[in-house]
């Protein structure tokens, strides 16, 4: 059996005729930038999150940018985030002239360890990224507390995080903005990159919509930049936006079944959710000592594992110049060399979740 790490063409079956549909109505329309299909999704994002105002964007990645250029970024201030992430969450703090400040991550659940934000906050620090790494939901009320205490604006990163909730609140509703990416593997994906900030700050949402759009139609109000969702991208997101919860819950079902079937495999440790947190399993990731080995032994069975991320952040070259070491985050450190996403996806079957499962056992020789 051949296990892919997902499959979009799966997903692309199950919504073919309402898809083929849409795209076609944006091609007989030609509204290919803005229109009618990117309105009626930025409208519909917003009411999903229940927040006043949603900024589409050509990518997350850009989200992140444009929404910390909003708030006032400027040389000089610093930034907290986690160890652990994808670049984009980094490389714009830099872009937009900020300097990154790393925490390391919580050994339960990946995400920012929140005990140490206060450490890092010195005179220069501005705002805090907390990153709902893998579908799960950070310490929100932690996060926002210190921010408050210290006068801290938050971005969430909920590049990972759609529908998530923290203590029955969607991630994308605490923080002064939020940024999504729907690149085509997330659980609400596109069919190439896009993206969008939300935010209940009317002021920041029309100087973001401006910024992303070249600094204004016609009268430029300011200099800005190319960031928009295409006719395309919004047609497709439209037709997959109602299918999202029920994609979740199956998302989640799979999860259950990896937690049944691999509980009792000595030296395979698996996801932890916290108590007041819903997860919604953008990624499976289960951590061993016999990492390497693992995954050779599973993609020899034809099953695709991927590495989210191969390093932490804070020891790629990219971030050399801040001269940290193994114990500046020995969480993260530990963790960059044991982690293994597992595939996971709403198309997943019983057979494949528990043929899995059954090469896993089989390389720990478990019955």
Same mark, same amino acid.
Request: proline share 5%; glycine share 8%; with cysteine.
């Given at each position: 059996?051949k296990? %892919?790490f997902? !499959?979009?063409?799966a997903?692309?079956l199950?919504?073919?005729?309402?898809m083929?549909?849409?795209?076609?109505?944006?091609i007989?329309?030609?509204a290919?930038i803005?229109g009618?299909q &990117?309105?009626a999704?930025?409208?519909?994002?917003a009411a999903?999150l229940g927040v006043?105002?949603?900024v589409?964007?050509?990518?997350?990645?850009? @989200?992140?940018?444009i929404?910390m250029?909003g708030?006032?970024v400027? %040389?000089?201030?610093?930034v907290?985030?986690?160890?652990?992430s994808?670049i984009?969450?980094?490389?714009?703090i830099?872009?937009?002239? /900020?300097r990154v400040?790393?925490?390391?991550t919580?050994d339960q659940?990946?995400?920012m360890?929140v005990r140490?934000?206060?450490?890092?906050?010195? %005179?220069?620090t501005?705002g805090i990224? $907390?990153v709902?790494?893998? /579908?799960?939901?950070c310490?929100?009320?932690?996060?926002?507390?210190i921010a408050?205490k210290?006068?801290?604006? &938050?971005?969430? !990163?909920?590049a990972?995080?759609?529908?998530a909730r923290?203590? /029955?609140?969607?991630t994308?509703?605490?923080? +002064?903005? @939020?940024?999504?990416?729907? *690149?085509p593997g997330? +659980? #609400?994906?596109a069919? /190439?990159?896009?993206?969008a900030?939300?935010?209940n !700050?009317?002021?920041?949402?029309?100087?973001?919509?401006?910024? @992303?759009?070249?600094?204004?139609?016609?009268?430029?109000?300011?200099e800005?930049?190319?960031s928009?969702?295409?006719?395309?991208q919004a =047609?497709v997101?439209?037709?997959?936006?109602?299918?999202?919860?029920?994609?979740?819950?199956?998302?989640r079902?799979?999860?259950?079944k990896?937690?049944?079937?691999? =509980?009792?495999? $000595?030296?395979?440790?698996?996801p @932890?959710?916290?108590?007041d947190r819903d997860?919604?399993?953008?990624?499976?990731?289960?951590r061993?000592?016999?990492?390497?080995?693992?995954?050779?032994?599973l993609?020899?069975?034809?099953?695709?594992?991927?590495?989210?991320y $191969?390093?932490?952040?804070?020891f790629y070259?990219a *971030?050399? *110049?801040?001269?940290?070491?193994?114990?500046d985050? %020995?969480?993260?450190?530990?963790?960059?060399?044991?982690?293994?996403? #597992?595939?996971?996806?709403?198309?997943?079957?019983?057979?494949?979740?528990?043929?899995?499962?059954?090469?896993i056992?089989?390389?720990?020789g478990?019955r």
């Open positions: 059996m296990v %892919p997902v !499959d979009l063409h997903q692309y199950t919504i073919k005729p309402e083929d549909a849409a795209i076609a109505r944006v007989a329309e030609s290919y803005r009618p &990117v309105d999704f930025e409208q519909a994002w999903t006043k105002h949603c589409s964007c050509a990518n997350g990645t850009d @989200a992140l940018y929404a250029r708030l006032g400027k %040389p000089g201030d610093e907290i985030t986690t160890a652990h994808w984009s969450t980094t490389e714009t830099t872009q937009a002239g /900020g400040v790393f925490c390391d919580d659940t990946f995400t360890d140490q934000i206060e450490s890092k906050i010195t %005179p220069r501005v990224i $907390p709902h790494l893998y /579908g799960q939901p310490d929100m009320d932690a996060i926002m507390a408050a210290h006068k801290l604006w &938050v971005i969430e !990163d909920c990972q995080s759609h529908l923290y203590k /029955g609140r969607l994308g509703t605490f923080g +002064n903005a @939020a940024t999504f990416s729907f *690149y997330k +659980n #609400l994906g069919y /190439g990159d896009a993206g900030l939300v935010t !700050d009317d002021k920041l949402a029309d100087w973001c919509a401006t910024y @992303a759009r070249h600094g204004g139609k016609g009268e430029h109000i300011m800005g930049i190319n928009r969702l295409d006719g395309l =047609a997101l439209n037709v997959k936006l109602p299918h999202l919860q029920k994609w979740t819950e199956a998302r079902a799979v999860a259950a990896y937690h049944q079937l691999l =509980a009792h495999v $000595p030296g395979l440790r698996l @932890a959710v916290a108590a997860h919604v399993y953008h990624l499976y990731v289960v061993t000592d016999r990492r390497d080995e693992l995954k050779r032994h993609g020899d069975a034809g099953i695709s594992t991927v590495l989210n $191969p390093k932490a952040l804070p070259p *971030y050399a *110049y801040l001269g940290h070491q193994p114990a985050f %020995p969480v993260a450190h530990a963790n960059q060399s044991r982690i293994l996403s #597992l595939p996971i996806y709403p198309e997943m079957t019983d057979e494949m979740i528990g043929y899995v499962a059954g090469a056992r089989g390389f720990y478990v």
